[in-house]
């Protein structure tokens, strides 16, 4: 499962994780709910526990 952000400002990242949950590398995507939405794409973060 995957997650994109999409922040107000700057491109998106797909994430590994789901929306409701924390994405591999640690985000609370519950903070901004509206950030957040489950995909099927490819994961694009580099951080530990995402790229993994
Ligand atoms: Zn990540």
């Known amino acids: 499962?995957?997650?994109r952000h999409t922040p107000p400002s700057g491109s998106?990242?797909?994430h590994k994780?789901?929306?409701g949950g924390t994405t591999g590398c640690?985000?609370?995507?519950?903070?901004n709910?509206?950030?957040w939405s489950?995909?099927?794409d490819?994961?694009?973060c580099d951080k530990n526990g995402c790229k993994n």
């Open 1 to 3: 499962m995957a997650v």
């Open 33 to 35: 709910p509206s950030h």
């Open 12 to 14: 998106s990242v797909v």
């Open 26 to 31: 640690g985000i609370d995507t519950n903070k």
């Open 42 to 44: 490819k994961i694009t």
């Open 38 to 40: 489950n995909t099927h």
């Open 17 to 19: 994780g789901q929306k």
